[in-house]
């Protein structure tokens, strides 16, 4: 990302000014309408098998074909994000989401709404890949923690919201009907963020980046000892997780449950414990070191899927809780070990992380629903339960990394 090169005459937005307040309120804003269009589909998923006459797996591609056409999206942007305008690209990525929400809304064919929601994918990502950015130039460093929290409060309060709302309006008046009125609040949170955020006063566009310039961060940081390990349990999480969140769902709109659309919905408030996790597992992490933290996080997951077996909404809905955590806990850990260990190019670092974490929602998200269709809910649970063993054994040699002294260069 682009920093001022001169810190000393930038004027940042301080906490306790009405510019930092607008921020803030933009920014929430605008995590909030990406993350809710985003994972509204989740809980419509039985839905859209039910209309379109698809197998899970292939309904699961509401969601993986917005999020693989995504991952690339936003690894593209941050190569790119020192020559790009935040506002105006921020601006246009909301637009363009909550326009092709009412597409995929009036979406007379499946084929039409998976293509809308692949356009979603590229749509989306402008705030996500420049929010940061943003508040990394524009915030006193000194207020720039609570303000990035802020923001990735409201990403998350938008990935329970979309799923929440999704539920409670599809079982009121339909699967489109939840679709188009999470479009209009995109739409909504587009005019809040053009007249609340302030434009950029620090960015510096960077000019004449190669290809060249840009393989050799990415290059480097594969090459690097702990790192791909880390991208790669960013994706295993992500999948996990993604994987238990789409096919319950189907569980529980079966016998002996028969919930409806709203109830299933209502299940994913759970989401909220994610978010408390987040910042709590931060400071356990710079405490402790980072590999016991994704240790206990992978322990986690995997107790609240062995309390998911049995056929007790209280006993689903609890490890569905004890998933999230976990789940938050690892993503948070690994994602912040990222800047850590990247000693350059930092930006590339992070792309290549949220590469593989919006993959494993993509590829493993839709494997679960061969699983799915094949066995049922133990297939999916046996699946997830591998993938979590395969963590386990890629962050044991994360740890093992972190004990050994660096090689001399």
Not at 272 to 281: D, E, H, L, R, Y
Request: aromatic content about 12%; overall charge positive; charged content about 10%.
């Amino acid at each position: 990302m682009s920093q001022p090169k001169n810190t000393a005459g930038t004027r940042y937005l301080e906490h306790g000014t009405s510019e930092y307040l607008r921020a803030n309120l933009a920014l929430f804003a605008a995590g909030f309408a990406t993350f809710s269009s985003m994972y509204s589909v989740q809980p419509l998923m039985p839905e859209f098998s039910r209309e379109f006459g698809v197998s899970a797996a292939v309904s699961s591609l509401s969601l993986s074909v917005t999020t693989g056409v995504l991952a690339f999206t936003l690894f593209l942007a941050g190569l790119m994000s020192g020559a790009i305008e935040r506002k105006t690209v921020m601006t246009a990525s909301l637009l363009g989401s909550a326009t092709l929400s009412l597409v995929a809304a009036i979406a007379p064919g499946w084929s039409t709404l998976l293509v809308a929601r692949a356009f979603e994918g590229i749509a989306l990502g402008g705030v996500p890949a420049l929010a940061i950015a943003y508040l990394s130039e524009e915030i006193k460093p000194a207020d720039l923690g609570t303000a990035t929290g802020l923001y990735i409060g409201g990403t998350a309060c938008g990935g329970m919201g979309g799923r929440v709302i999704a539920g409670l309006l599809a079982e009121a008046f339909g699967w489109r009907v939840a679709i188009a009125v999470l479009g209009v609040i995109g739409f909504v949170a587009a005019a809040v963020f053009v007249w609340l955020l302030p434009r950029s006063r620090n960015f510096i566009a960077q000019r004449g980046l190669t290809i060249r310039q840009h393989a050799g961060p990415v290059v480097s940081h594969m090459r690097h000892r702990a790192l791909p390990w880390v991208f790669f349990c960013g994706f295993l999480f992500m999948g996990a997780f993604v994987s238990v969140y789409n096919y319950v769902g189907y569980r529980l709109s079966a016998p002996p449950f028969s919930l409806g659309q709203g109830a299933i919905g209502a299940v994913f408030v759970v989401y909220m414990f994610g978010i408390v996790t987040s910042a709590i597992a931060g400071r356990i992490a710079d405490r402790h070191g980072r590999p016991p933290v994704l240790i206990f996080a992978i322990v986690l997951m995997a107790l609240g899927l062995a309390l998911m077996w049995p056929d007790s909404l209280i006993a689903i809905i609890a490890g569905i809780a004890l998933v999230t955590i976990g789940f938050f806990a690892g993503h948070s850990t690994a994602s912040g070990w990222v800047g850590l260990l990247a000693e350059h190019g930092k930006g590339h670092a992070a792309g290549l992380y949220l590469l593989g974490y919006y993959l494993g929602s993509s590829v493993i998200g839709s494997l679960g629903g061969l699983f799915w269709s094949g066995y049922g809910w133990a297939g999916v649970a046996a699946m997830v339960a591998a993938i979590l063993l395969i963590g386990l054994v890629a962050t044991i040699r994360l740890t093992v990394w972190h004990r050994q002294p660096a090689p001399a260069a």
